[in-house]
Nanobody
């Protein structure tokens, strides 16, 4: 059974850090591009950044540049989203998604999605 499971969310104060994990089961991530998305209450889901199968990262939005980074550990079949200098506007449910994709940059769509993990940035 193909599955993506996000973890690592929680409540953090502004300026704090969190590392989210996206663990895959039922398939190996080696040839997959992985994207992180988020959806705040009352807003549409938006892309954050993605990592290609070769390890290159691409940002969907400038607002997280310099604060968020993405990495992958194929041996653990896991992709990470390191978030620092968090702001209240980063509050959202964060999702990871996967697509079998060998190109550079982010794929136009994804085949598999996780259930999400809540990140709340508040004092």
């Amino acid at each position: 059974q193909v599955q993506l499971v996000e973890s690592g969310g929680g409540l953090v104060q502004p300026g704090g850090s969190l590392r989210l994990s996206c663990a895959a089961s039922g398939f190996t991530l080696d040839y997959y591009a992985i994207g992180w998305f988020r959806q705040a209450p009352g807003k549409e889901r938006e892309g954050v950044l993605c990592i290609s199968s070769s390890g290159g990262s691409t940002y969907y939005r400038d607002s997280v540049k310099g604060r968020f980074t993405i990495s992958r550990d194929n041996a653990k079949n896991t992709v990470y989203l390191q978030m620092s200098s968090l702001k209240p506007e980063d509050t959202a449910v964060y999702y990871c998604a996967a697509r079998d994709y060998s190109g550079s940059g982010c794929p136009a769509s994804y085949d598999y999605w996780g259930q999400g993990t809540q990140v709340t940035v508040s004092s």
